[in-house]
């Protein structure tokens, strides 16, 4: 039987907040055994309170001792419980137990008393214990299921839109967005409830001592309300721009820093930093109006009881002066009002913190139900390795937000086994040309096909594992040097390691190093220099045994001397196999077996390098300059 997907149902909710809450019935067990313990504990609570009457009566002066005095308890409770004799039955204290009780020592009988209400109190706190443990064990496991799911949705979706709206914005999602919105569900399972339930406990028994003391304290509830959803929606909108401000902020600190070369070189650490100041002062603004309605709505609730209460004894005093109404009633059931006040009370602040977790939910859904890229859909077929050509059929690609293409019906076949360059001035489409064929976008007209397949039709991981990529950038991950060579090809031998890393110029200075092929890699590559981020790169796609090797400015950062070894290299390698060069270094591409010189998104010219000298000014200016 498959297993139930947790999420299942967030997409159809209306709110994204409460269909996590939703979500958290997926551990329907543990949930079910929270409540019961939720439930038990407001029960010791309830009985605690109603069994203080015999207490306060025994306190107040009774003359009764204390048996008699619960059996009037009992009177009284079945008299309140009437419509329902058997919840009243089931509520009354065993008469066995009253019979065990000594008569005539009021002391004595007290003491047990007070003893059975300490151990219910304890039993109460096991259960509250219990409740919490088993709430926050629920939470937890539902926002790791969340940021899990989120953070698989930006890897399965089109890298075109995690490019555009930015990586660390998505980050931030994951990250802060969750332990938001985890916020929230913890309020809602492990706070809110339990808090409801005493208030609803308190309410309850206070009603049981005198329900005309209880029913005026309802007047306030309206009152309450109003407050507390005015709050909680100044709240809630104060917070969605402060999280969107939170994570332009992570931008804006990361890029500063992960460049903190260039920041420091072109004196612009002023600038750098007056940018941050500038974002950083607008989420204090808004994080300044959440305190701001949080900080007023406990004074608000606070006055307005200490108002209801004035009014009561106002209003009660009368009965009780005149007979009307026990003291001990009155007592307790404004004693019953005040726990259920207290338990209500936090849920002017549970519901604020409800309404700041609700924009978190809203933008890491949008990630979790992220559609994923079409060529990650299980019904494709395998593309089969290539081995005869790749074409461009009438290829167009507009981004989304530009005016003008970025390629124009570009059409052009390449022959399998053949070392073929793109060279234009910047912004001319190369690169936006080799995306197409690795399909991390797709065109917007015109398709792409190896072998004849169209390889939209077919599944892109088996596309991708016949694909060496090495791009200007090269990125390389927290491990070591041979993690960072096997990404990728996990399977791969320590051997097969080694041979890529000799054919890519790179195993001499990794043998220096004082842990060779062991050793750890600082965060984005910071330990080493960039040509040698560049030769692990290249080694990296060497270990895949490509068909299709894609070199994107791929020894721009390598001097002339490792240049030419690497160049000979990927000669004796591309053997066999379709090599596909950007490059500005002309002496990179000298001698491919075909050029094609782009401008403006078309290609303008085609030849061998002799050929386009002779017949391409765009061509001879691009030599001239190098």
Known sequence: MPRRDRFASLAAARDPFWGFVRCLWHERGKVVLCLIFALFSGATLGAGMVGASPVFDAI?????????????????????????????????????????????EPFVALAWVLGALVALTILGAIANFAYTYLAFTIVNTTVASARQRAFRGVLRSPALGV?????????????????????GLATVLSKAIIQLLKGIVGFLAALFFSWKVTLIAIVVLPVLYTIIRKLGKRVRRSSERALEGQARLTSV??????????VKS???????????????????????????????????????????????VLAVGKAVLAGGLAPRDFILAIISLAVAGASIKPLTNLAQDIQQASPAAE??????????????????PRLPRHERSIQLASVSVQYPGRDTPALRDVSLTIPFGQRVAFV????????????????????TSGSVLIDGTDIARASARSLRSQLGVVTQEATLFVGTIRDNIRFGSLGASDVAVEAA??????????????????????????????????????????LRDPAILILDEATSMIDTDSEAAIQQAINEFGSGRTVL???????????????????KGAIIASGTHPQLLASCELYRQLTRHQ
């Open 60 to 104: 107040l002066g009774a003359k009764k001792d204390l048996p008699t005095l619960l059996n009037e308890l009992n009177a009284k409770i079945a008299q309140s419980l009437s419509l329902v004799p058997w919840l009243g039955d089931t509520l009354q204290v065993p008469q066995s137990w009253i019979r065990a009780l000594p008569a005539g």
């Open 163 to 183: 490019m555009q709206g930015g990586a660390l914005d998505a980050v931030s999602r994951i990250v802060n967005d969750s332990a938001q919105m985890g916020n």
């Open 253 to 262: 600190a990361a890029e500063a820093l992960q460049g903190v070369r260039v």
């Open 266 to 312: 072109n004196n612009a650490e002023t600038r750098a930093s007056a940018t941050f100041h500038r974002i950083n002062q607008g989420v204090l603004r808004e994080l300044s109006k959440v305190r701001t309605a949080r900080a007023i709505a406990s004074p608000l609730t606070e006055t307005l009881a200490i108002i209801v209460l004035c009014c009561m």
């Open 363 to 380: 933008r890491l859904r949008a990630l979790m139900l992220a559609s994923p890229e079409p060529g990650l859909a299980k019904n494709l």
């Open 424 to 443: 234009g001035p910047n912004g001319s489409g190369k690169t936006t040309l080799l995306s197409l064929i690795t399909r991390l976008i797709e065109p």
């Open 501 to 542: 890393a000799r054919r890519a110029g790179a195993h001499d200075f990794i043998a220096r190093l004082p842990q060779g092929y062991d050793t750890p890699v600082a965060e984005q590559g910071g330990s080493l220099s960039g040509g040698q981020r560049q030769r692990i790169a290249i080694a990296r796609a060497l």
């Open 581 to 599: 060069i950007v490059a500005h270094r002309m002496s990179t591409v000298v001698h491919c077996d075909c050029i094609h010189v782009l401008d």
